[in-house]
C-alpha cells in the first residue's frame, strides 16, 4: 500500500537527480571483516575521509564518535550537503554523534546538479555497509537543501531508513508516494524560502501518521547550529527508544523532557500558545509510553483552553496563504520578463520588514528570498541559453533582493566574461570570494567562463576560492 505525500514543492529543479538504490540495499552486516590495520586507522573522536574501495574518485567524510569501537555495531547517520561540503556536514553532527553514539557519514561529491548522482549515492552506501559494523535498526539519512532530498529519496524510494532529517527543502517530488515509514524530522529558518513547504510537509506526516517533528531556527536558507541538530537527533533517539530498536536511556529521556518542558513553558509566558501548543502535542506523542504523562496532559488540558491558539493560528494561515500566493505571482511575473512589477515587489517587502509584527516581517524577508532564489534559477537557465540581455536584467533583481549573496558577484563575472570585459569580470569574481564563493568546480564548469579562465589572474582567484572551500571545512 502506497501512502502519497502531497506537499508544496521548491522550485530547486534538477538540484539533484532521482536514483535507483536497488544495488545497495542494506543488510545486518554481521559478516562484515576489517583487518587490524582499520581498527588502528579509525580512532574514536576523529574525522577521517575515506575513499571508497569500488571507486577512487568517490570519498566522504567519516566522524567516529568518543564512544566508537571497531568490533560493535554502531548506529549511524548518512549527510549530503548540497555543496559537497563533507567535512562541514560531519562537523555539523558531531556534538550529537558524541552524545548519542552515531557515526556520521558525509559524501564529499554528492552537491547540487551532479549528473552521476545514482553512483555517487551507490557507491557511497555500498562503501559504508561493508566497511563498518552497522546497525541496520538505525540507519538515519540527513541533508541540507537539495541534499535533504536526496536523504528523502534513499528512505522513499529503498526503504531500509529509520529516519530522515531534512534541512532547508522536503520532499524530491510533489505528490511523492512511498510504501515505507521513516521517523521524520524537519528543520528550516524562519526567513527560508522553504518554511511554507516545511511547515505543510509536517502538516502532511501528521495527517498520514508518520513520527514527525519541525525544528524552526532564526535563519534563512543555511544550515543551523550545532544545538538544533543534537536536537534532532535527540528526538529520534526519543523515538528509537518508543520503538524498542535503541536501548532506554533515562539520562537522554531525563534531558528530553527538562529542555522540552522548559522551552514549552517559555512560549506560554510569551504568548506564542499556538506554537506551544504544537510543540505539546509533539512532546506527548513522543513520550506516550515511555513515561507517565498524566501531569503533563493535565498542563496540556489548561494550554487548550486559550482561546489564542484558534487566533494565532487562524493568523498564520493567513498570512502563508497570502504569501503561498505572492510566491506563485512572482514565477508569473519571472517567467514574462515583468521585471518592474518584480522590483516593485522588491520595494515593498523591504518596506514590510520593518514592521514589528513578527509574522509580516519574517513573510516579507522570506518572500524577498523567494525572489532571489528565483532569479538563481532564471539567470543560470539563461546564461546556459546565451541570452545575455536577460541575464543582466534579471541580475539587477537579484542584486536588489540579495546584494550580498556571492552568486550575484559570480553571475556579473560571467556576463562581463562573455562580452570581453576582462578586468570587470575578474572584479566582480573577486567580490563573490570576498563574500565566501567557494565552489571551486564551479569555476571550470562549461558556459561560465571562457575568457579570463586563461590569465594569471584566474589562477590566483582559484587559490583564494579553494581557501574558502578549506574553511567552511
Known sequence: MYTKLSVFISLFLGLFLLFNC??????????????????????AGTFQKITC????????TAYFPNNYLPNKKIPVIIVFDAHARGKLAAQKFQKAADT??????????????????NHTVNTLLGDVFSRFKINA???????????????????????????????AAGLPQA????????????????????????????????????????????????????STINSAVEWLQIIAMK??????????????????????????????????????????????????????????????????????KAEFEKIAEQEGTQQQLYIKYFKSQEFNKISQEINVQKGKIKTNDFNKKHSAQRLLNYISMLSYIFIDSYMQQGDLKLVEQYLTIYKAADKNNPDVYFFYASLYDKTSQEKKALNELKKAI?????????LYQAGYFTKIINLPEFDLLVKKTQENFEKEN
Open 22 to 43: 536497488s544495488n545497495s540495499k542494506q543488510t545486518d552486516n554481521e559478516g562484515n571483516t576489517q583487518t587490524q590495520a582499520n581498527f588502528v586507522l579509525y580512532k
Open 53 to 60: 574501495s569500488k571507486d577512487v574518485n568517490e570519498t566522504y
Open 100 to 117: 548519542f553514539g552515531f557515526l556520521i557519514i558525509a559524501s564529499n561529491n554528492a552537491k547540487n546538479g551532479l549528473k552521476t548522482i
Open 137 to 167: 535498526k538505525q540507519v538515519y539519512t540527513a541533508g541540507f537543501s537539495g541534499g535533504a532530498k536526496v536523504a528523502a529519496s534513499i528512505a522513499i524510494q529503498q526503504g531500509g531508513i529509520t529516519g530522515v532529517i531534512s534541512i
Open 175 to 226: 505528490g511523492q508516494q512511498t510504501a515505507n515509514f521513516f521517523d521524520f524530522v524537519g528543520i528550516v529558518g524562519i526567513d527560508d524560502f522553504n518554511y511554507l513547504e516545511m511547515k505543510e510537509l509536517d502538516r502532511q506526516m501528521a495527517i498520514l501518521g508518520f513520527s514527525h517533528n519541525l525544528f524552526i531556527t532564526d535563519r534563512g536558507h543555511e544550515w543551523p547550529d550545532d
Open 243 to 312: 520503538k524498542g530498536i535503541a536501548q532506554s536511556d533515562d539520562h537522554i529521556i531525563r534531558n528530553y523532557i527538562d529542555h522540552t518542558s522548559k522551552y514549552i513553558n517559555s512560549l506560554v509566558r510569551s504568548g506564542a500558545v499556538y506554537k506551544a501548543k504544537y510543540e505539546y502535542d509533539v512532546f506527548l506523542s513522543s513520550l506516550k509510553g515511555l513515561i507517565d504523562l498524566s501531569e503533563y496532559e493535565k498542563s496540556y488540558q489548561v494550554l487548550l483552553k486559550n482561546p489564542n491558539i484558534k487566533k494565532q
Open 434 to 442: 570576498e563574500l565566501g564563493f567557494a565552489d571551486k568546480d564551479r
